[in-house]
């Protein structure tokens, strides 16, 4: 009770040091070559290294014994035959791909990672591998001066990491989010260094509750688990872009979502009755404002058992997806992981019978108290379960429901620890280990259950699944939401860096609750949050029981009409967001990327945490603070021409922006392309036109970019139903050329052109269209 008050840091309280005395590795008593790997006998451990690929390395220790390259829920790469180099005197030892140098000192045994044009990548000074007699392994670092640190998937606080410690382990924070709250939901044991304009990679790939520490040392950085072994893979860069291919090439990438599903959602806890379901999508309607999903929260089930509805509230589920359907609205309810202690529910027996719950060691199923009452939770980490779990939303998608909410699967339960008992032994698909070591991957593993079951649930379809808890790898099968944020002007500023850094951790399709979850939202601030909303991957506006309602009419008309402005312009932007995602999809590059991602070289993008981009060429810089109407704008190389005015801007240099409460400040590099669309109607979201908004430049610029389209719905685009233009825009002082200089897929989408509309042109600058001088706008036709 006392930790709220001063009493907290009365004079004896003197923090405790880690006064922690690890065992060093030591020096190296014989060495060995595997089949692809390299094995290194230590005085206090084993080292074993394999090549992933040339630029990704994978480095693994055990204190105890030989480490073992067993088997990883995050991890679907398999070692490529990669060709090594092997080289060294009696004290260091070299290994070098075309793209890495291994250095090996054997007294004591130290790493040190070089690319092939020497620059120092990671290193180890006088502390390097290290265990506890309790377990834990450790590895300390060198840090530069110039190091910036990002990623470590969902954290708060800013954009660089540096000077920070982060914990990994999954956790339901309802209490306000603060700069130092920590740890959240995801937990992603990844990060990016970017030292001197070059980024590395670290990915450690351990699932029990471990830390990363930049703060401690001054020269130093480290990362250590409760257990397990120390495993890792340094990722080589060069470039921050390349670092995430590196990454999601390791950990998989996102398949396509649904189109509908890029959309704007709306959600509240809860809409509790049919008719509050269909009031609230008939003034969306009513008000032509734009809407793919509506969200059903905890209210829908009977006593919060997942897999009902409650008959009283929802007598007639079926007709109410299908009238939504016809609406143009899907309905997306939300499933828990807990299954309530009912004898006489069937799920319930289901899992007993079945033997599908987590369980102790001795036998007896694991109880928790979550929202309906005592419950059991499915052991996702064994098979049988997550077949079963997937099997069991036939309950949903066959009423016609394609998209799947999983909340509370930290797994969160109502006690002092917030989650699971750490004894409980999952079965884990036959390696059993317990909750302490798998506490981690449960959202993930319960995300993959869903998601497979939905897939196959869905005659080809794509599924979508909203996940809040997941590990590395959690990209694969579901977006991610930041959990319960507030209507704080202040978390719409921490979401910024919080989604970017999502991003740069592999996982694109993420944002947080627009308007803000708990507290009383404000016309003004959700104005404001649903213009950053509009260009964040996931775009819902959800609010919490016993708080403001904060659909886009509740403040009033003057908010409402910005607000339906800005989510129509969503819809506008589709063509160009859905050309992102694509490429998310296959290289792992996010959508919302920090400006450093495009400007490496850039100091003044390092911490940059109030602008954003979206692809390469659009710069995002919201107004974040109320009464607010002008702001400073970084602009970095490049000129820049600012959408709503078409005033251009010359790039590095900081601007002051003025933006009225209707006005977002955006910015698009001149000589580059956006591809837009118009909105229509709810009921009819289809792109009847797509036109692209070229940039004039005069600077001799050269720009691709790769449009992508398909049917939006299904898999089909797996199997070459797609379309992906290659455009190239070259903008000199003579002449705007752009040519689609590739194609690829066989999808023949119903618009028959690409509309080209060239925006600040110069008198004298032609417009040259595939080869052909043109007299002002035009098109590319798509059939010849
Ligand atoms: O403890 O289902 O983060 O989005 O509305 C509350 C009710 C449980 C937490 C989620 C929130 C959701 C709420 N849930």
Redesign the pocket.
Same mark, same amino acid.
């Given at each position: 009770m006392l930790e709220d008050t001063s009493f907290a840091i009365h004079p004896g309280a003197e923090q405790q040091r880690n006064t922690a005395v690890y065992h060093d590795i030591g020096n190296v008593k014989y060495q060995e070559k595997g089949n692809d790997s390299f094995h290194f006998i230590c005085e206090n451990g084993q080292v074993a290294i394999r090549f992933y690929t040339e630029a990704i390395v994978r480095i693994t220790m055990n204190p105890k014994g030989e480490p073992s390259w067993g088997q990883s829920r995050s991890v679907v790469a398999e070692a490529k035959k990669v060709d090594v180099e092997e080289d060294g005197t009696a004290e260091v030892y070299e290994l070098k791909t075309t793209e890495l140098h291994l250095s090996i000192s054997k007294t004591p045994f130290r790493i040190r990672i070089y690319d092939r044009q020497g620059r120092e990548l990671v290193t180890e000074a006088e502390q390097g591998m290290a265990w506890q007699e309790n377990g834990e392994v450790a590895v300390f670092k060198q840090m530069h001066e110039n190091d910036h640190f990002y990623g470590f998937g969902e954290k708060a606080g800013f954009l660089d990491k540096r000077g920070e410690m982060y914990e990994m382990w999954n956790t @339901?924070v /309802?209490a306000p989010h603060n700069p130092e709250t920590d740890p959240l /939901?995801e937990s992603i044991p990844y990060f990016m260094t970017l030292r001197d304009g070059k980024a590395h990679g670290i990915f450690f790939d351990n699932t029990f509750r471990s830390w990363f520490d930049m703060r401690s040392f001054a020269e130093r950085y480290a990362y250590r688990a409760e257990g397990g072994q120390l495993d890792y893979y340094v990722m080589a860069g060069p470039e921050p872009k390349h670092v995430l291919e590196q990454y999601t090439y390791l950990t998989g990438r996102m398949p396509l979502p649904p189109k509908w599903a890029i959309g704007y959602h709306q %959600? +509240? /806890? %809860?809409y509790q009755t049919e008719e509050e379901v269909r009031e609230v999508a008939q003034h969306f309607i009513d008000r032509d404002i734009p809407l793919d999903v509506l969200h059903l @929260? !905890?209210h829908y089930m009977n006593g919060y058992r997942v897999f009902t509805f409650d008959e009283g509230r929802f007598p007639n589920p079926e007709k109410l997806v299908r009238d939504l359907r016809e609406m143009g609205i899907r309905v997306v309810p !939300?499933v @828990?992981p807990g299954v309530k202690k009912d004898p006489e529910y069937p799920t319930y027996q289901e899992g007993v019978t079945g033997d599908l719950f987590c369980k102790y060691l001795e036998g007896d199923i694991y109880f928790g108290d979550v929202?309906p009452g005592t419950s059991a939770f499915p052991d996702f980490t064994e098979e049988k379960a997550r077949k079963w779990w997937g099997e069991k939303h036939r309950f949903y998608t066959e009423i016609g429901v394609e998209g799947i909410?999983n909340?509370?699967n930290e797994p969160?339960v109502f006690n002092e620890t917030k989650t699971m008992d750490v004894q409980v032994m999952h079965r884990n698909d036959g390696s059993p280990a317990t909750h302490r070591e798998l506490h981690n991957l449960y959202g993930m593993l319960m995300g993959k259950a869903t998601y497979e079951g939905l897939k196959d649930q869905l005659d080809g379809k794509r599924p979508f699944l909203l996940t +809040?808890a997941g590990f590395a790898g959690i990209q694969r099968y579901a977006a991610v939401?930041t959990?319960?944020n507030r209507s704080f002007w202040e978390h719409l500023q921490m979401s910024l860096p919080m989604v970017m850094n999502l991003g740069l951790s592999g996982i694109s399709f993420t944002g947080p @609750?627009v308007g803000g979850?708990a507290h009383h939202s404000n016309g003004e601030l959700l104005t404001r949050w649903t213009q950053v909303g509009a260009f964040t991957p996931f775009f819902r506006n959800?609010s919490? !029981?016993g708080f403001l309602y904060q659909e886009p009419w509740r403040f009033g008309e003057k908010y409402e009409a910005v607000i339906k402005e800005y989510i129509e312009m969503r819809y506008r932007w589709m063509p160009q967001l859905y050309s992102l995602f694509a490429k998310a999809s296959s290289q792992g590059l996010p959508v919302m990327r920090p400006l450093f991602m495009e400007f490496p070289e850039d100091e003044k993008t390092y911490n940059l945490n109030d602008q954003f981009m979206i692809g390469d060429n659009v710069i995002i810089a919201p107004i974040l603070a109320p009464s607010v109407v002008d702001r400073a704008v970084y602009l970095p190389e490049g000129e820049w021409v600012e959408a709503s005015s078409g005033v251009a801007y010359q790039g590095e240099n900081t601007y002051l922006i003025h933006a009225e409460l209707e006005d977002l400040p955006l910015f698009i590099k001149k000589g580059t392309a956006v591809a837009q669309t118009d909105w229509t109607s709810n009921k009819d979201k289809s792109w009847k036109r797509v036109r692209m908004d070229i940039y004039a430049g005069d600077q001799g610029e050269d720009y691709r970019f790769t449009f992508y389209d398909d049917d939006g719905e299904t898999f089909a685009y797996q199997h070459g139903s797609y379309l992906e233009l290659e455009v190239e825009v070259v903008s000199t002082e003579e002449a705007v050329k752009v040519d689609i200089v590739d194609r690829r897929g066989d999808y023949v989408p119903a618009y028959q052109q690409i509309d080209i509309h060239v925006i600040g042109r110069k008198d004298g600058q032609d417009v040259i269209l595939n080869g052909e001088k043109e007299n002002g706008d035009s098109y590319l036709s798509l059939t010849d």
């Amino acid at each position: 009770m006392l930790e709220d008050t001063s009493f907290a840091i009365h004079p004896g309280a003197e923090q405790q040091r880690n006064t922690a005395v690890y065992h060093d590795i030591g020096n190296v008593k014989y060495q060995e070559k595997g089949n692809d790997s390299f094995h290194f006998i230590c005085e206090n451990g084993q080292v074993a290294i394999r090549f992933y690929t040339e630029a990704i390395v994978r480095i693994t220790m055990n204190p105890k014994g030989e480490p073992s390259w067993g088997q990883s829920r995050s991890v679907v790469a398999e070692a490529k035959k990669v060709d090594v180099e092997e080289d060294g005197t009696a004290e260091v030892y070299e290994l070098k791909t075309t793209e890495l140098h291994l250095s090996i000192s054997k007294t004591p045994f130290r790493i040190r990672i070089y690319d092939r044009q020497g620059r120092e990548l990671v290193t180890e000074a006088e502390q390097g591998m290290a265990w506890q007699e309790n377990g834990e392994v450790a590895v300390f670092k060198q840090m530069h001066e110039n190091d910036h640190f990002y990623g470590f998937g969902e954290k708060a606080g800013f954009l660089d990491k540096r000077g920070e410690m982060y914990e990994m382990w999954n956790t @339901d924070v /309802y209490a306000p989010h603060n700069p130092e709250t920590d740890p959240l /939901y995801e937990s992603i044991p990844y990060f990016m260094t970017l030292r001197d304009g070059k980024a590395h990679g670290i990915f450690f790939d351990n699932t029990f509750r471990s830390w990363f520490d930049m703060r401690s040392f001054a020269e130093r950085y480290a990362y250590r688990a409760e257990g397990g072994q120390l495993d890792y893979y340094v990722m080589a860069g060069p470039e921050p872009k390349h670092v995430l291919e590196q990454y999601t090439y390791l950990t998989g990438r996102m398949p396509l979502p649904p189109k509908w599903a890029i959309g704007y959602h709306q %959600s +509240r /806890y %809860s809409y509790q009755t049919e008719e509050e379901v269909r009031e609230v999508a008939q003034h969306f309607i009513d008000r032509d404002i734009p809407l793919d999903v509506l969200h059903l @929260d !905890i209210h829908y089930m009977n006593g919060y058992r997942v897999f009902t509805f409650d008959e009283g509230r929802f007598p007639n589920p079926e007709k109410l997806v299908r009238d939504l359907r016809e609406m143009g609205i899907r309905v997306v309810p !939300i499933v @828990d992981p807990g299954v309530k202690k009912d004898p006489e529910y069937p799920t319930y027996q289901e899992g007993v019978t079945g033997d599908l719950f987590c369980k102790y060691l001795e036998g007896d199923i694991y109880f928790g108290d979550v929202w309906p009452g005592t419950s059991a939770f499915p052991d996702f980490t064994e098979e049988k379960a997550r077949k079963w779990w997937g099997e069991k939303h036939r309950f949903y998608t066959e009423i016609g429901v394609e998209g799947i909410w999983n909340d509370m699967n930290e797994p969160a339960v109502f006690n002092e620890t917030k989650t699971m008992d750490v004894q409980v032994m999952h079965r884990n698909d036959g390696s059993p280990a317990t909750h302490r070591e798998l506490h981690n991957l449960y959202g993930m593993l319960m995300g993959k259950a869903t998601y497979e079951g939905l897939k196959d649930q869905l005659d080809g379809k794509r599924p979508f699944l909203l996940t +809040r808890a997941g590990f590395a790898g959690i990209q694969r099968y579901a977006a991610v939401w930041t959990g319960d944020n507030r209507s704080f002007w202040e978390h719409l500023q921490m979401s910024l860096p919080m989604v970017m850094n999502l991003g740069l951790s592999g996982i694109s399709f993420t944002g947080p @609750d627009v308007g803000g979850f708990a507290h009383h939202s404000n016309g003004e601030l959700l104005t404001r949050w649903t213009q950053v909303g509009a260009f964040t991957p996931f775009f819902r506006n959800h609010s919490a !029981i016993g708080f403001l309602y904060q659909e886009p009419w509740r403040f009033g008309e003057k908010y409402e009409a910005v607000i339906k402005e800005y989510i129509e312009m969503r819809y506008r932007w589709m063509p160009q967001l859905y050309s992102l995602f694509a490429k998310a999809s296959s290289q792992g590059l996010p959508v919302m990327r920090p400006l450093f991602m495009e400007f490496p070289e850039d100091e003044k993008t390092y911490n940059l945490n109030d602008q954003f981009m979206i692809g390469d060429n659009v710069i995002i810089a919201p107004i974040l603070a109320p009464s607010v109407v002008d702001r400073a704008v970084y602009l970095p190389e490049g000129e820049w021409v600012e959408a709503s005015s078409g005033v251009a801007y010359q790039g590095e240099n900081t601007y002051l922006i003025h933006a009225e409460l209707e006005d977002l400040p955006l910015f698009i590099k001149k000589g580059t392309a956006v591809a837009q669309t118009d909105w229509t109607s709810n009921k009819d979201k289809s792109w009847k036109r797509v036109r692209m908004d070229i940039y004039a430049g005069d600077q001799g610029e050269d720009y691709r970019f790769t449009f992508y389209d398909d049917d939006g719905e299904t898999f089909a685009y797996q199997h070459g139903s797609y379309l992906e233009l290659e455009v190239e825009v070259v903008s000199t002082e003579e002449a705007v050329k752009v040519d689609i200089v590739d194609r690829r897929g066989d999808y023949v989408p119903a618009y028959q052109q690409i509309d080209i509309h060239v925006i600040g042109r110069k008198d004298g600058q032609d417009v040259i269209l595939n080869g052909e001088k043109e007299n002002g706008d035009s098109y590319l036709s798509l059939t010849d």
